[in-house]
C-alpha cells in the first residue's frame, strides 16, 4: 500500500491488526466513543426536523395536495443534505484519522518512515499530518543520534575495560618489588650514621615509595571495588578515628581540627573502614587545600531519616568551573596525587545508600556533606 493511498478500514480491524503486530504488548486500551456519524448527523438531522417542523406549519395554508408534494421535496432535500455531510466528514475527517492511527501504530512498533499522506492539504487537517511527519522525523534522527552515541560509548567503555585490566596487572608487577625496594631503603636508612647527610636522601625516597604505594592502592581500589562489609556501628566513632589520624599531619601546619555532634547520633548501618578512608580523604585534602593555620570542622546531625557528616575547611576554595568535575575519576587541580580520592569517595558513600554534595567559595573554603541513612531496625525500635 503506498503511502498516498487513504487507509480504508474499520476501527475493529485496526485494533486486531495492532493485536496480531504486538504479541509481546497488551492492547491499547481505548474509550468507547459516541459514534463519529451520530455526533456529526444528529444535529444536523436536528436543526433540519425543526426546519421541517417549521416548514409543515407555514405550509398549512397550501392545498392537500401541493403541500404534500412541497414537504416530500422538503424531506428528500434534508435527507440528501445529511448524506452529503456524512460523505463529506467521510472523506475529510474520517480517513485522514484512520490513517493516523495506523501510523501511529506503526511508529510504536519502531518504523520511523512511517509518514501520512494527507499532509499536502491546505487546513487544520493538513496541518496535523506536516507536525505528525515533522515529529516522526525528529524521533528518527533522535534515535539514530541516540544509537550513534551508545556504539561510542560501548566502544569507548571496552577501551577503558582493556585498559583498566592493563593498569590492575601493572599495579600488582609494580607493588611486588616496590615492597622490596621500600624494605631495602629502610635497612639502609638503619644503617646510616646518624650525622650522615645521606639520611634526608633516605628519608625522601622512602616518602616517596609510600606515595607510589598509595597510588598503586587507589588505582587498584577503582579498578576492583571491595563490597562494603556492613554493621550496624556507632558513626561517631568512625568519625572519631578518622579524625584522630587527620590531626596527626594537621600539628605540622597548625591546623586546628574539631568535632561537634550535635543531639543523639543513632547507629548506622555502615562499613567503619570505608568510612573511615572517606572522611580521612576529605580531612586531608582539607588540609592540603589551607595554606595558612585554620580551623576544620567536622559536624554530625540527624535530618530525619539520615545523619549528615560535614567537613568544612577554611582553605582556597574550589573554583566554579571545577565544582561539576571534582568528583570524576583522575580530575584533580593539584600538582600530585591520581585524582582518585573523591571519586572514590562519593563511590563508597553510593554503595551505603547515602550521598555526598559539595559547596565552596574560593578564598573562604570548602564544604563536603555526607548523608548516610539510618539504620531501619534501630530507627523503628527509637520511634516505637
Known sequence: MSLSTPIQISENALFDKETDLLPEQAPVARKRHINWVLKAVLPIAAVLLNGLLLFVLV??????????????????????????VIMVLAVSFRRPMLELQDKIARVRLGDMDASVSFANRNDEVGDLGRDFNDMVAQLKSSREEIQRLHQTQMSRAEHFATLGELATGLAHEIRNPLAGIAGVIEIVGRDL???????????????????????????????????????????????????MFARQQAITKRIMIELDVTGSIPPVDHDPNQINQVLLNLLLNAIQSMDKPGTIRVLLETDEDDVLITVADEGKGIPPEHLPNIFRPFFTTKGHGTGLGLSLARRTVESHGGHIDVTSEVGKGSRFQIRLPIAREKQAAVSG
Open 193 to 243: 650514621p646518624p650525622n650522615s647527610p645521606a639520611r634526608s636522601v633516605i628519608k625522601d625516597a622512602k616518602e616517596e615509595a609510600l606515595q607510589i604505594n598509595r597510588i598503586l592502592t587507589e588505582l587498584l581500589d577503582t579498578a576492583r571495588p571491595k563490597a562494603p562489609q556492613f554493621r550496624v556501628s556507632d558513626v561517631c566513632a568512625t568519625a572519631e578515628h578518622a579524625v
Open 59 to 84: 405550509s398549512l395554508s397550501l392545498a392537500e395536495g401541493e403541500r404534500h408534494t412541497v414537504i416530500a421535496i422538503a424531506t428528500a432535500g434534508a435527507f440528501l443534505i445529511c448524506v452529503a
